[in-house]
Every structure is written in C-alpha cells, then in structure tokens.
T-cell receptor, first 112, second 114 residues
C-alpha cells in the first residue's frame, strides 16, 4: 500500500526566508505526485503536479518541487516566502491503484 | 466561469440518519472526485466519477456511496451515520487535455453528526 509522510507538521518562517517542505512516499512503482495548498478561508487548490518527464516541476506562485526517485521524495521549495504563503500544504501520491493518498499536511506560518 | 459548488455548506445530523451531499462541477468538467477531511485522519479519497461511471473508490465502508448524473453533477450519500462521519466533505472537478489535468475544489460541506 502506498503512503505519504510529511515530516514537518508546523513551519514558521520570516518573510524572504527560503522554504523547503519535505514529502516522502512509499510505493515501488510509477507514481504521480502532487502538492496542494489550502489558504486560510479558501478552497483547497492544486499547487503543482508531477506526472512524468522533467523531475523539477514548477507550479503557481513561484513554487517548485523536485521528484527524486531514488529518495522517494517530492519536496516543495520556494526561494523567498511571503506573508501570503501562510497556509496548509498537502503532498499526495497516486500509484497503481489510482487512489490518491495524502500526507497529513504541513502548516506554514510566515511572519511579516 | 463559475467554480465548483457544493450544497449544503453545513449540515447537522444525528446518528443513524442518512445524508446526501451535492456537487456541481465547473461547466465542461466531466470528472468529479470526493474527499473526506478530518482532524484525525486528514484528507482521504472517497471516490471519483467520470461520465456517470465510478472510476475509483477509496477505502470506505459501503455506507458511503455516490453517483453522477448526465450533466456531471454528483451526489454522495452516507447512510446510517456514525459520529466518526463528522467531517468536511470536499468535491473536486477535473478536466483533462492529454496528460494535462486541471483540478478545482469546492468549498466543502461540513457535516456534524450528533
């Protein structure tokens, strides 16, 4: 069975700091990987996704994620965070069962 | 273009009752997925419908069911409600162009079971 682990449950940063949120999955086959974001009071939305090809995926709002197959990781990065990036971030994996599995989420707070 | 709409937004039921939640996808989107979000279990996939057919189903008991209509609107039903069914139920609609998928979520229906 596939699983997803997000190691950082809570992250607090100051504006302009760099961000990296960890995501590791367990599944031996081909995977599709996703990052979702839920801003306070807003709908969940897809931030970026990896299906195939270039392992470095760029998403909305300056976010990117790198798929490292050997490490079963899909970490989310942003070089310089803003106060508006305060949100809950979820990593998800879609394996052979075509049933997405989500991580427990990382709460990011960015201080102005 | 109108977003994904879910009705009702809030619902209070008692144990043993049943509930039906509705989701209207973005116009032109033929795929609708349902998710349950709780503090204890996080986000969990319930099922996905495409062109009125259930394509995938998550690991939920048979009390959870759904359907999709010809206009792509979808409903999910939970029978014999339990306290643990209290959750935010999210619906998402998707469209596919080749390998490119766009997915949009609705605001959710918050269900409280007493």
């Amino acid at each position: 069975a596939q699983s997803v682990s997000q190691h950082n449950h809570h992250v607090i940063l100051s504006e302009a700091a760099s961000l990296e949120l960890g995501c590791n999955y367990s599944y031996g086959g081909t995977v599709n990987l996703f990052w979702y974001v839920q801003y306070p009071g807003q709908h969940l939305q897809l931030l970026l996704k990896y299906f195939s090809g270039d392992p470095l995926v760029k998403g909305i709002k300056g976010f990117e994620a790198e798929f490292i197959k050997s490490k079963f990781s899909f970490n989310l990065r942003k070089p310089s965070v803003q106060w508006s990036d305060t949100a809950e971030y979820f990593c998800a994996v879609l394996g052979g069962s075509y049933i997405p599995t989500f991580g427990r989420g990382t709460s990011l707070i960015v201080h102005p | 273009k109108a977003g994904v709409t879910q009705t009702p937004r809030y619902l209070i039921k008692t144990r043993g009752q049943q509930v039906t939640l509705s989701c209207s996808p973005i116009s032109g989107h033929r795929s609708v997925s349902w998710y349950q979000q709780t503090p204890g279990q996080g986000l969990q996939f319930l099922f996905e419908y495409f062109s009125e057919t259930q394509r995938n189903k998550g690991n939920f008991p048979g009390r959870f069911s759904g359907r999709q209509f010809s206009n792509s609107r979808s409903e999910m039903n939970v029978s014999t409600l339990e306290l643990g069914d209290s959750a935010l139920y999210l619906c998402a609609s998707s469209s596919f162009q080749g390998t490119q998928e766009t997915q949009y979520f609705g605001p959710g229906t918050r269900l409280l079971v007493l």
